[in-house]
């Protein structure tokens, strides 16, 4: 799997092929995720330099392993997010996702807007609906999972005021505030409106398990 905002190096089938058949016990393999220079105030990108996030723009699943546990759950998630790190969470119940760094790819960074900020914040359901089914991602949270999503929501556009900017700008403080803001409220909004842990469990563990 990858997605349209990027571009596959030129060994990035083989490599994922390569592992695959070297690692007969491997569900699935990843690769290094890389971007240009990008200002994360102005625009939106990601990066990985190790196994661990196992996102659709850079995948790869044994067919076997997909028609066991059933592919994605849309059924689960109402956004295109989320989905992935679930995908991955019930593959790993079946053996390792390992990693390569052949499999590499470019990510492209693009624009965001308010409307992304909004848009993004409300994936707090999904993610409330991930770590619900599969608690044991949420060990290195250090605030209550609503909270701390809340909280994140707000802080990590605030954390981009100042990159590589010892003294900011007015105008980039002002950008940090307002989407910060409007993420908080977007978040606390999406966190309001998704039913406890336990009913999310009770409603949709019944098709977690491989």
Request: with cysteine; net charge positive.
């Amino acid at each position: 799997f990858t997605d349209d905002d990027t571009v596959p190096f030129a060994t990035w089938v083989a490599a994922a092929l390569d592992y695959l058949d070297g690692h007969p016990h491997a569900v699935g393999v990843t690769g290094p995720i890389r971007s240009v220079a990008w200002d994360p105030l102005y625009e939106q990108s990601i990066e990985a330099a190790k196994s661990g996030h196992y996102w659709t723009c850079n995948i790869a699943y044994r067919r076997a392993i997909l028609d066991t546990i059933g592919g994605f759950r849309a059924d689960v998630f109402a956004s295109a997010h989320a989905e992935d790190r679930d995908l991955a969470a019930r593959a790993l119940k079946s053996g390792e996702i390992g990693f390569t760094l052949g499999m590499a790819i470019s990510h492209r960074p693009r624009r965001i807007t308010v409307g992304d900020v909004v848009r993004q914040a409300r994936w707090a359901r999904d993610d409330l609906t991930l770590y619900a089914l599969h608690p044991q991602l949420t060990t290195d949270f250090g605030l209550p999972t609503k909270l701390a999503l809340v909280v994140g929501a707000g802080r990590t556009w605030m954390s981009y005021a100042t990159p590589k900017h010892p003294r900011p700008s007015v105008k980039r403080l002002l950008r940090a505030i307002t989407l910060s803001a409007v993420g908080t409220a977007a978040a606390c909004w999406a966190v309001l409106r998704t039913p406890p842990a336990r009913v999310l469990r009770s409603r949709h563990e019944s098709t977690s398990a491989p």
